[in-house]
């Protein structure tokens, strides 16, 4: 569907996308965490999942902690800038268009397990790795665009505090698309009145 802009500009419209978009949010990493962390407690899992911060003495285990460690642009798909995705009409406006830039993400992403004995941190492990499986469909209708294991770093002992909390970190790749909406009308408004100005 071709639609003239005020401007005289051709737009082409996709109804599908334009009210799957009009539906559907994009996820960002840290609505992605909150998600993961509302379902593993529905879960009913033990382990709390925070943000990786300084241990406290009274910090109650298992624990689950994460941190981001790197953000990159996917090398597959290069977005060095926000790239054209699509153009659609407005939600609450018929002669307002909105186009959508997207740009995608890797997040290198750590999520380190504690506990207060080796056995319960590997079954821990096993029952987080297993966890992201299962429900790595979920998250991506949610958003993520992928959701991959990466690596599990070398087992260690944390001896600093009262008792040893046994660690084991594991990385994943997330993988998000930002989208930026552009409010074209508004913008050719912006710039017809900035010429008025200068004239």
């Given amino acids: 569907m071709n639609i003239i802009t005020e401007f005289g500009e051709s737009i082409t419209l996709d109804a599908y996308a334009e009210s799957r978009l009009r539906a559907d949010q994009s996820i960002t990493f840290l609505s992605f965490i909150d998600e993961l962390r509302r379902l593993w407690m529905l879960c009913g899992k033990t382990a709390t999942i925070i943000r990786h911060q ?6 109650k285990l298992p624990l689950i902690t994460f941190r981001l460690i790197r953000r990159l642009i996917n090398q597959q798909f290069k977005d060095i800038k926000p790239r054209h995705r699509m153009v659609i009409r407005h939600p609450d406006d018929e002669n307002e268009f909105i186009e959508l830039k997207g740009q995608i993400f890797d997040f290198w992403v750590e999520f380190l397990i504690h506990a207060p004995t080796s056995e319960e941190a590997d079954r821990l492990v096993d029952e987080f790795d297993d966890f992201l499986l299962m429900y790595r ?9 992928e959701l991959l294991f990466y690596a599990q770093g070398e087992d260690h002992v944390m001896a600093d505090y009262k008792f040893p909390i046994a660690c084991r970190p594991l990385q994943y790749t ?8 552009i409010f074209l009308n508004q913008i050719e408004r912006l710039a017809v009145q900035a010429n008025v100005k200068n004239d």
């Fill in 54 to 59: 300084p241990m406290q003495e009274d910090l």
């Fill in 174 to 181: 997330v993988r998000f698309e930002k989208i930026t909406p």
């Fill in 137 to 145: 469909g979920f998250f991506k209708q949610m958003g993520v665009q």
